[in-house]
């Protein structure tokens, strides 16, 4: 069991144990209902969280950085006699 304290401001601080095996991250929405006399806090999945979820493999590039790569991809297509 975990005993936390509420502000002035009414906000808490949630115990690294549960954090951690729901895996949360900061930024994340919670969803927060009463169910008789218990909070209930849920991570809320939608579309902006699961977004950061997966880290890209490679960095992201500008527009012009691809325009160069696929017109060096096509030089070299050309040279190869494959387009």
């Known amino acids: 069991m975990t005993i936390s304290t509420l502000s002035?401001?009414?906000q808490t601080t949630l115990g690294a144990e549960f954090v951690k095996s729901?895996?949360?991250?900061p930024?994340?929405?919670?969803?927060?209902?009463v169910e008789g006399n218990r909070?209930?806090?849920?991570?809320?999945?939608d579309v902006a969280?699961?977004?950061g979820a997966l880290k890209p493999k490679r960095k992201f590039r500008s527009i012009a950085e691809e325009t160069e790569g696929m017109e060096a991809g096509?030089?070299?297509?050309e040279a190869k006699g494959v387009a």
């Open 74 to 77: 096509i030089a070299r297509d």
């Open 39 to 45: 909070i209930i806090i849920e991570p809320l999945e």
């Open 22 to 25: 729901l895996k949360l991250q």
């Open 8 to 10: 002035s401001k009414n």
């Open 27 to 33: 930024g994340m929405r919670l969803k927060q209902s």
């Open 49 to 51: 969280t699961a977004f």
